[in-house]
């Protein structure tokens, strides 16, 4: 498994985060997901890397960031993780994109294409980036997949809602976790914006993954 942990600069935003809220880094061959999925492609090819097996996650802006760049190259990220993030094209300035974290608005959405399989996570306490942005993201996923079969599951700390195809292949998962805020669930104490006593977003991410590559395999 090689993991790259993409670092934005305080020069290209002041609060070291991506800028997922202008349009000229929401679209393909420009801006942050040109750079970012050069990057990707870089690594896959320096370490032999196949198609299918690479996938993209953040927190937070980083989520966000993730969701834009599963639409925008679903020809190098696989599959995506979106924690306490927001659907691509919530936003087109700085209000926007506090407003959309408050609450999310009438999203642009996608008409049609295939969906992106995704899994997300998001705090019911979070007051930073509102949950029902978790929504919005999986709407925007699902894509042209509008009669999904839906199903729930309970995880210790977490309420888990299932969204398979026709064939039963599972697209996406939405895990609302109980009583956290904004912050990666089962992360290291010692890190930044973490909660070590929530699930382990980062196992369940890897696990989703892998289980889509196996799929794909199959």
């Given at each position: 498994?090689?993991?790259i942990?993409?670092?934005?600069?305080?020069?290209a935003?002041?609060?070291?985060?991506?800028?997922?809220?202008?349009?000229?880094?929401?679209?393909?061959?420009?801006?942050?997901?040109?750079?970012?999925?050069?990057?990707a492609?870089?690594?896959?090819?320096?370490?032999?890397i196949g198609?299918?097996s690479?996938?993209?996650?953040?927190?937070s802006?980083?989520?966000?960031?993730?969701a834009i760049?599963?639409?925008?190259?679903?020809?190098?990220?696989s599959?995506?993780g979106?924690?306490?993030?927001?659907?691509?094209?919530?936003?087109?300035?700085?209000?926007?994109?506090?407003?959309?974290?408050?609450?999310p608005?009438a999203s642009p959405?996608?008409?049609?294409?295939?969906?992106?399989r995704?899994?997300?996570?998001?705090?019911?306490?979070d007051?930073?980036?509102?949950?029902?942005?978790a929504?919005?993201?999986?709407?925007?996923?699902?894509?042209?997949?509008?009669h999904a079969?839906?199903?729930?599951?309970s995880?210790?700390?977490?309420?888990?809602?299932?969204?398979s195809?026709?064939?039963?292949a599972i697209?996406?998962?939405?895990?609302?976790?109980g009583g956290?805020?904004h912050?990666?669930s089962g992360?290291?104490?010692?890190?930044?914006?973490?909660?070590?006593?929530?699930?382990?977003?980062?196992?369940?991410?890897?696990?989703?993954?892998?289980?889509?590559?196996?799929?794909?395999?199959?």
């Amino acid at each position: 498994l090689v993991v790259i942990y993409a670092d934005q600069t305080r020069v290209a935003n002041q609060m070291g985060c991506w800028n997922w809220f202008r349009p000229e880094d929401q679209g393909r061959d420009a801006g942050e997901p040109a750079l970012l999925s050069h990057l990707a492609r870089q690594v896959a090819q320096e370490f032999g890397i196949g198609e299918g097996s690479v996938y993209v996650a953040g927190l937070s802006a980083g989520g966000a960031m993730a969701a834009i760049l599963g639409q925008t190259y679903p020809d190098v990220f696989s599959a995506v993780g979106v924690h306490s993030g927001l659907a691509a094209g919530s936003a087109r300035d700085v209000a926007s994109a506090f407003a959309a974290m408050r609450g999310p608005g009438a999203s642009p959405g996608r008409s049609g294409g295939a969906p992106v399989r995704t899994i997300v996570f998001h705090g019911t306490a979070d007051s930073t980036v509102a949950s029902a942005n978790a929504d919005a993201v999986i709407e925007d996923a699902l894509g042209a997949l509008r009669h999904a079969e839906i199903r729930d599951r309970s995880e210790t700390g977490a309420t888990v809602t299932l969204f398979s195809d026709e064939s039963g292949a599972i697209m996406a998962e939405k895990w609302s976790l109980g009583g956290v805020a904004h912050a990666w669930s089962g992360g290291s104490a010692e890190g930044s914006y973490t909660d070590p006593t929530g699930p382990d977003a980062s196992v369940e991410m890897v696990r989703f993954f892998l289980a889509h590559q196996a799929e794909e395999q199959r």
